[in-house]
């Protein structure tokens, strides 16, 4: 399989959507996507909480349970490092030894706060956030691991100073830049300024959100693509909807009954469900 190194280097942008868990790394994996993203922000919702209340361990473990029947290369939302620049040696290597193929960190205070969901940045110094990325760079074990900086610089201050930054963190050792355009003047100038490889967070519904094609946003150098919100968005919305309906009279009549066998037949295909029965059948169950 090839390295998410490799892949970024490559004709195509990267796209990768957003898993949680086992069962979405799957679905994504047979939909045909190359790479997965363990967003920060949605591991938050999923715990009735945000991204400043989570951990490394937290985060190691949804690795592990996804990296337990996926192989593809998992991005990690490393919100700001889960410290300082000392800190950033035990990031590093947990973050290698629980098989993540990159790590994106970002110029934000530690704790982080919540008011970074609703547009209000506390960045750090540009001259601590590089001896961070120095740090990571130093601490990697791997040299296939991908150290992505991210500054929150474009709607903290200004493009200059995300400029700025973005620089320092290149020039400390990053191998990719992560910034976030408003619109699609901003990521012309920005992959005109910094070149590639660039990371692009994109907003709800994919690129269709960014005003151009993945195509457009690669040859101006952003090589990674990622989603951090569709998925989770989606999730919510028909869980919400399902609960609403059954919360009436506990029963689902929208939908025909028959579909839900045929759902049940999807999902058993996508777990693997007649691999482990035919294990049975070879031993346990003989006869």
Same mark, same amino acid.
């Given at each position: ?20 868990? !086992?069962? =979405? ?15 920060? +922000?949605?591991?938050?919702? =999923? #715990? ?34 889960? +410290?300082?620049?000392?800190? =950033? ?19 934000? /205070? $530690? ?8 547009? /209000? ?26 150290? /992505? ?9 200004? =493009? ?8 320092? %963190? ?16 901003? /990521? ?8 590639? !490889?660039?990371? %692009?967070?994109? #907003? ?28 989770? $968005? ?13 919360? #009436? ?17 999807? $999902? ?17 169950? #003989?006869?």
């Amino acid at each position: 399989m090839q390295s998410l190194r490799a892949m970024i280097a490559g004709p195509e942008p990267v796209t990768v959507p957003l898993v949680l868990n !086992p069962m =979405m790394a799957k679905l994504a994996e047979n939909a045909g996507f190359r790479a997965l993203y363990l967003g920060g +922000g949605a591991s938050g919702y =999923m #715990k009735v909480h945000l991204e400043a209340n989570l951990t490394l361990t937290e985060m190691c473990q949804a690795a592990l349970d996804i990296r337990t029947v996926s192989s593809l290369p998992l991005i990690l939302d490393g919100a700001a490092g889960f +410290g300082d620049p000392m800190h =950033m040696r035990r990031t590093i290597g947990m973050t290698e030894a629980a098989g993540f193929a990159a790590i994106e960190i970002e110029d934000q /205070i $530690l704790p982080k706060r919540a008011h970074h969901h609703v547009g /209000i940045e506390h960045m750090v110094p540009a001259e601590l956030m590089a001896a961070k990325v120095k740090e990571c760079v130093a601490a990697r074990r791997n040299p296939e691991t991908v150290i /992505i900086a991210r500054t929150n610089g474009v709607r903290a201050s200004n =493009m200059d100073d995300a400029l700025r930054r973005a620089e320092a %963190y290149r020039e400390a050792g990053a191998d990719v830049l992560l910034l976030s355009p408003r619109n699609p003047e901003e /990521i012309r100038h920005i992959g005109e300024r910094l070149g590639g !490889p660039l990371m %692009y967070l994109c #907003k709800p519904g994919g690129v269709a959100s960014s005003g151009m094609t993945a195509a457009d946003l690669h040859s101006l150098g952003w090589r990674i693509l990622a989603d951090p919100q569709t998925l989770v $968005l989606a999730m919510y919305e028909n869980a919400r909807n399902v609960y609403a309906e059954m919360a #009436k009279d506990f029963a689902v009549t929208s939908r025909p009954l028959a579909d839900w066998g045929t759902l049940q037949h999807e $999902l058993h295909d996508a777990i693997g469900l007649d691999i482990l029965l035919d294990i049975e059948k070879r031993t346990v169950e #003989k006869g």
